[in-house]
């Protein structure tokens, strides 16, 4: 990671924290977007967690 040459160890976290969360909030919507349409009720689980995420991140970008 060239670019963090340059940053302190906080700043360094605070970016591996944001692609960590960037990176799983991407896999579980595509998760979520690839489940059946119809007649399955595994779309709650990942709904709920895709949410978590999002809020996660969300929060996250408001606070650094």
Same mark, same amino acid.
């Given at each position: !990671?060239?670019? !963090?040459?340059? !940053?302190?160890?906080?700043? =360094? %976290?605070?970016? #591996?924290?944001?692609?960590? @969360? #960037?990176? %799983?909030? %991407? $896999? @579980?919507?595509?998760? #979520? =977007?690839? @489940?059946? $349409? *119809?007649?399955? %009720?595994?779309? $709650?689980? *990942?709904?709920? =967690?895709?949410f978590d995420v999002y809020t996660k991140l969300w929060k996250f970008q408001q606070q650094h």
């Open positions: !990671m060239v670019m !963090m040459a340059g !940053m302190d160890d906080h700043e =360094r %976290k605070v970016v #591996l924290e944001f692609c960590h @969360l #960037l990176e %799983k909030s %991407k $896999q @579980l919507f595509n998760g #979520l =977007r690839d @489940l059946p $349409q *119809y007649g399955h %009720k595994q779309w $709650q689980g *990942y709904f709920g =967690r895709t």
